[in-house]
């Protein structure tokens, strides 16, 4: 029972916070079917998890304020694409007007073209491929996409590693590694980083003692890594059992190797990623959120809970600008909804004055640091 009241009263914290930024309780009453999809179990679920934790977060935060409610469906989807857009029938025969997710790339590229083929409005936190965006107008991403951290990655390699000779393992047949890769390359090119060793996998990959000895061999001080946090595990794994210790550097999906289970944590100190939150910001909305989320779920969120979180609080604010009340259909709602996501500016946790252009976020990177088994800020 204490728990209970305690979380109670973070959540009254939080949502008292979001009001005196300017999220106060809507006008607008009703309430809104907010589908979501994401891997809840299967070898991507600390990514699932996470996001579908913040958007039950920010649900209870709104609908504690009165006015505007959301009731939620979350669908799991294994991180595959067929269970994906059967997870998306499910929630369409539930009546959905709006969907979160999904979560993974390859599931949302395929979820996204239903969406667009039936004009349901989708924001997704963390599927970052061109290709869930590219030719649909209806569906937005909350992460930076694929290019992006790829050339972003870069920048801040070449700026904060002026010297180093880089080594890359790269997945070649999985589409978000690619992409990542591909745009880290041409942009440290440009740069003149010193990429001194290339070595790929793929999704079968378990013993990678060929990569990591090519970039040991090669003297590389730095390893882009633009993969998952499964198969970067291995890697640390790897590079500890031959005394190899360079600077190793991930994106999004790194995020998440501190809870994965048997893994040993201490391999990952010192280990950089680019990350639009970090858990230990001194802002007062980072920390009541942090407070509250660990709170309800006994952990320290990572990136996908503050992206699933701002996802719902961004469909919220841009629907309590629309002329509609939830009881609109989906379609009526889909298209005023394109409308404000083309034109309004939104704060959240990952990011201050996020805009929207062709589906794609723009806000700003920062890089985030593994010490002492959590993630604090580099800079």
Not at 22 to 35: M, P
Not at 229 to 237: F, K, M
Not at 365 to 378: R, T
Request: hydrophobic fraction near 40%.
């Amino acid at each position: 029972m204490k728990k209970i009241v305690s979380l109670v009263l973070v959540l009254v914290m939080v949502a008292s916070l979001f009001a005196a930024c300017g999220k106060s309780g809507s006008s607008k009453t009703g309430t809104l079917k907010l589908g979501f999809i994401g891997p809840l179990t299967g070898g991507a679920a600390v990514y699932g998890n996470a996001a579908k934790n913040g958007v039950e977060l920010a649900v209870k935060e709104i609908n504690a304020k009165g006015g505007l409610q959301f009731e939620l469906n979350a669908q799991d989807d294994e991180h595959d694409a067929e269970k994906s857009v059967n997870a998306y029938n499910n929630l369409m025969d539930w009546g959905m007007q709006v969907l979160v997710g999904s979560v993974t790339t390859t599931p949302c590229v395929a979820v996204s073209a239903e969406c667009f083929n039936d004009r349901t409005f989708a924001l997704t936190p963390s599927a970052s491929s061109p290709d869930v965006t590219k030719g649909k107008d209806n569906v937005y991403q909350l992460c930076f996409n694929d290019p992006n951290q790829g050339k972003a990655s870069a920048q801040y390699i070449s700026e904060h590693f002026p010297d180093a000779k880089v080594a890359i393992i790269y997945n070649n047949g999985d589409a978000y590694s690619t992409g990542i890769y591909e745009t880290f390359k041409a942009e440290a090119e440009a740069l003149n980083v010193n990429i001194v060793s290339t070595g790929t996998c793929t999704d079968e990959t378990s013993d990678f003692s060929v990569q990591v000895g090519d970039a040991q061999k090669a003297k590389a001080d730095v390893v882009f890594l633009p993969i998952y946090y499964t198969p970067a595990s291995l890697i640390l794994n790897q590079a500890n059992s031959i005394g190899y210790a360079p600077t190793f550097f991930g994106v999004d999906g790194m995020d998440g190797i501190l809870t994965l289970k048997g893994f040993d944590t201490s391999l990952a100190e010192g280990v950089m990623l680019l990350t639009p939150f970090a858990a230990d910001a001194e802002d007062e909305a980072t920390k009541a959120f942090v407070a509250a989320y660990q709170e309800a779920y006994g952990e320290i969120p990572n990136q996908f809970a503050a992206d699933g979180y701002d996802c719902v609080y961004a469909i919220y604010e841009a629907f309590n600008k629309t002329d509609l009340d939830p009881s609109a259909s989906s379609v009526d709602i889909c298209e005023a909804l394109i409308e404000q996501f083309n034109t309004m500016s939104f704060s959240g946790l990952t990011g201050a004055n996020m805009t929207w252009k062709d589906g794609m976020v723009d806000k700003a990177p920062a890089a985030v640091v593994i010490k002492g088994g959590v993630y604090v800020a580099a800079d």
